[in-house]
């Protein structure tokens, strides 16, 4: 089983990068997806938690009104659309799952995929 976040690169400021989560191996349906970033010097911070009981969602303060994540109807991929993308977006952004019922608690988080690169000039 492997999980996998792609679709980073390098953007400017103002510009729009969709990111995808894909599973292989299991599907994500009954999984809260979570989104996480870590910034060169940074420690590791959610972005988004995706639950998998009804995909409501919590965003950090930071892209609130600009991230949004959702789910593929095809069960094994999970979105983050980034707008108006702003220099300190730039990290390496992951995905994870947990199966815990409390979507909102970062650390329930368990199993992680590799990170894409997200580079934003300003």
């Known amino acids: 089983v492997q999980l996998q976040a792609s679709g980073g690169g390098l953007v400017q400021a103002g510009e729009s990068l969709r990111l995808s989560c894909t599973a292989s191996?299991?599907?994500?349906?009954?999984?809260?997806i979570g989104w996480f970033r870590q910034a060169p010097g940074k420690e590791r911070e959610g972005v988004s938690s995706?639950?998998?009981?009804?995909?409501?969602?919590i965003y950090a303060e930071s892209v609130k009104g600009r991230f949004t994540s959702s789910r593929d109807n095809n069960k094994i991929t999970v979105y983050l659309q980034m707008n108006n993308l702003k220099p300190e977006d730039t990290a390496i952004y992951y995905c994870?799952?947990?199966?815990?019922?409390?979507?909102?608690?970062?650390?329930?988080?368990?199993?992680w995929g590799q990170g894409t690169l997200v580079t934003v000039s300003s």
């Open positions: 994870a799952t947990s199966r815990e019922q409390d979507y909102t608690n970062w650390s329930h988080y368990d199993y």
């Open positions: 191996g299991f599907t994500l349906d009954y999984y809260n």
């Open positions: 995706l639950s998998s009981h009804d995909d409501s969602a």
